[in-house]
């Protein structure tokens, strides 16, 4: 088992190898990872519904684009607040700060008290989860990448775009990954 916040804050690249629908082609961050299993967004995945139809509060304070994101397959009837943190500033009210630049964010909270302290805020609805042990499984399968999150993955405005530049800033094997073909057998 590995250390529990050893891979919070960090990214989950699905590999090529992952061919399941719900992760193909996905990129997670992971708020939590400890020896009861881990919890992550998927990044990448924008719904066909906009924010204001389901948190009309939040339309006007949600990053581009204003859509609701399915977080991953588990708890969709609910939602949950990721926040970017501006560099140097204490979370606001409304903020709890997970780790690095990244906090959860109380969808019941003012958006205005929330957004004049954080750089962007996106919506999901459910999210990935994974029980004890199974993560680790599965990247002893090598089924995900592991790479360091940046503040702008969370609110990039070209979400289908995620995956491949993720890839490409690592360089080397996982920036060559990143130009394989959607199907695997022209690559």
């Known amino acids: ?17 992952l061919q399941e ?10 708020l939590d990872h400890g020896e009861h299993g881990a919890v992550g967004v998927v990044l990448n995945r924008p719904s066909a519904v906009d924010v204001g139809e389901v948190l009309p509060a939040w339309h006007a304070h949600v990053s581009s684009p204003p859509q609701l994101f399915q977080g991953g397959p588990v708890g969709l009837d609910g939602a949950m607040g990721v926040a970017t943190l501006l560099p140097g500033v204490a979370p606001s009210t409304g903020v709890d700060r997970m780790t690095g630049p990244f906090g959860l964010v109380d969808l019941d909270a003012d958006p205005d008290q929330v957004v004049a302290h954080v750089d962007g805020v996106r919506v999901f609805a459910g999210y990935a989860g994974w029980g004890e042990g199974q993560l680790e499984d599965e990247l002893a ?25 993720v890839l490409r800033r690592q360089g080397g094997d996982l920036a060559i990954v990143s130009t394989y073909a959607d199907d695997a057998s022209l690559n």
Request: hydrophobic share 45%; charged share 25%.
């Open 1 to 17: 088992m590995t250390d529990g916040t050893a891979l919070q804050g960090r990214l989950l690249v699905a590999t090529p190898r």
């Open 21 to 30: 629908d719900a992760f193909y082609r996905t990129v997670i961050l992971l």
């Open 141 to 165: 399968d090598r089924a995900w990448f592991v790479v360091d999150a940046l503040p702008d993955d969370v609110l990039t405005p070209t979400p289908s775009q995620l995956w491949r530049r």
